[in-house]
């Protein structure tokens, strides 16, 4: 407790001794860090941001809705995009002829394009620049370069689909013609059009010629028709239930196809804009009071170490 009362002591001793020095230093270093930190030095740099939250995504594996969101936005897509639409090289003052441009580039915009989850799992995005109107509108083309990707992504997905559908199709509709084709041929060269009401038909026919005793020249007819329903009438009920039971088929993939078809022409968005934005008229960085803050405090620590490193010469000296 004592030595700890006597560096007090020698601490206030120090700044009683030597306080228009110490006055002086903090004055200068108030000044220089006000100038420095102006805009002839340091370029202010705005923040524009924009909260939003997931919709009519469809997260893979067991990510949830916002870090599928997450990924989509830190994509090289949508960073490329933006790079080549607002120039990045030239605005971050890149030189494009060195070697490792490009990591310098991906570096500088990482930086300055910020997006995170926030706790109420929507997604925060962040642009820092030097023009408060650029970084609005960064924020605004990222989004709808989100947009963008996914709805490409969903169409991709759905043009797979689409080729199924149409392959299942298309199958079905070969399937349907070889049977409408065999059943024509039978219509045409066995006039078989309705076997079970042909049937019923031709036996009353026959049971009644029969019953009155009277020859009659239809009842040749009347055999060539039961015979050709002997021999292929079995074959049409057949090829007419497997045309049946493929048309229903074929119609219900016909609605799947055209349901696949809606969604691939669908312009969906994948982002609900809880807080849109807008250009800032605060700049966000730097922060003068923390720059003349951090110079007045580091100046007179280094003042003190000063005074504190010449009494500890002195006393070595004596």
Known sequence: MEEYT?????????????????????????????IFSSEFFIKPKYKSFAIIYPSNITPYSGESESEQMIQLLESADIRNHIIKKFNLIERYEIDSTAKSYRAALIKMYESNVLIGATKYQSVEIKVIDSDPQVACDMVKEII?????????LQREKTREVLVVEANQLNL???????????????????????YGTQAKEVIKGYVKILSSGKGNSNLKDIDVMMRNLQEKGGEYYEKMALYNSCLAAYNTIKIEYDNVWKDLNKELTYSNLVTPPFPSDKKDYPVRWLIVLISLISTNLFLYLLLVARDYRKKIIQ
């Not at 306080?19 to 002086?24: D, E, G, L, S």
């Not at 709808?144 to 490409?152: G, V, Y």
């Not at 079905?172 to 309705?194: F, G, P, W």
């Open 6 to 34: 006597k560096s007090n002591f020698y601490f206030l001793q120090l700044l009683v001794t030597w306080k228009k020095q110490f006055a002086i230093v903090s004055l200068i270093a108030i000044v220089c860090a006000v």
């Open 144 to 152: 709808n370069a989100l947009n963008l990707k996914a709805r490409n």
């Open 172 to 194: 079905k509709k070969r399937q349907l013609d070889s049977l409408n084709t065999a059943l024509i041929e039978l219509r045409v060269k066995y006039q078989i059009l309705d």
